[in-house]
């Protein structure tokens, strides 16, 4: 399987500011995914970002929030914006497809 | 959306000791996936169903592709310390890409 790295791995921020969150892969891949994690839950897809085209977001969630780039097959953001609080997740990048997904390590971030 | 239910929710059992755990839906799924996440981490794919009935093993571990398509079971045999974690099961539908999620299963192990 690819090897996902993400930055930063984690970060305290304070509420009103953004993050912008990287994830990179060794090897191209057509299908990228934005997950959020809150503490002590499941998953829960934020949108699927494809190389050329807009993402496509999932329910309660929307681009001016998640501002999402894909400029290329090995590499993606994800911008949280204008923070608060409720904010505090794990943000995790996948690849993979109907198949199987593999997951990066995670981006703990604390909103204060 | 379309929810997962997984159960149960937490065990704590001996080192040694079996451990099962299952997710069930209303609706079919075409694909099952066990996930294994350890604290701080991302989860790691453990086993992957691709058809009703299938019987996978890797290693300690076993999975079933429910005959309904509609649920899928993890065994863990002769539990370890490290298998101490949270435990995912996700699945796909139809066409769709998208992995949906159970709520995970938390697993404690006594050495």
């Known amino acids: 399987s690819a090897v996902i790295s993400q930055k930063p791995s984690r970060d305290i921020c304070q509420r009103g500011t953004s993050l912008t969150i990287q994830c990179q892969v060794d090897s191209q891949v057509t299908m990228m995914f934005w997950y959020r994690q809150q503490p002590g839950q499941s998953l829960t897809l934020i949108a699927t970002a494809n190389q050329g085209s807009e993402a496509t977001y999932e329910s309660g969630f929307v681009i001016d929030k998640f501002p999402i780039s894909r400029p290329n097959l090995t590499f993606s953001t994800l911008t949280v914006s204008n923070m608060s609080p409720e904010d505090s997740s794990i943000y995790l990048c996948s690849l993979g497809g109907r198949e199987t997904q593999y997951f990066g390590p995670g981006t703990r971030l604390l909103v204060l | 959306g379309q929810q997962l239910n997984q159960s149960p929710q937490s065990m704590f059992i001996q080192e040694g000791e079996d451990v099962s755990m299952n997710c069930t839906s209303s609706s079919i799924f075409n694909t099952w996936l066990w996930y294994k996440q350890d604290p701080g981490e991302g989860p790691v794919l453990l086993i992957a169903?691709?058809?009703?009935?299938e019987l996978t093993s890797n290693g300690r571990l076993t999975a079933q592709f429910g005959i309904t398509r509609k649920d899928s079971f993890l065994n863990i045999s002769a539990s370890i310390p490290s298998d101490v974690g949270i435990y995912f099961c996700a699945g796909t539908q139809g066409g769709s890409e998208k992995l949906v999620f159970g709520k995970g299963m938390k697993l404690t192990v006594n050495p």
């Open positions: 169903l691709y058809k009703a009935g």
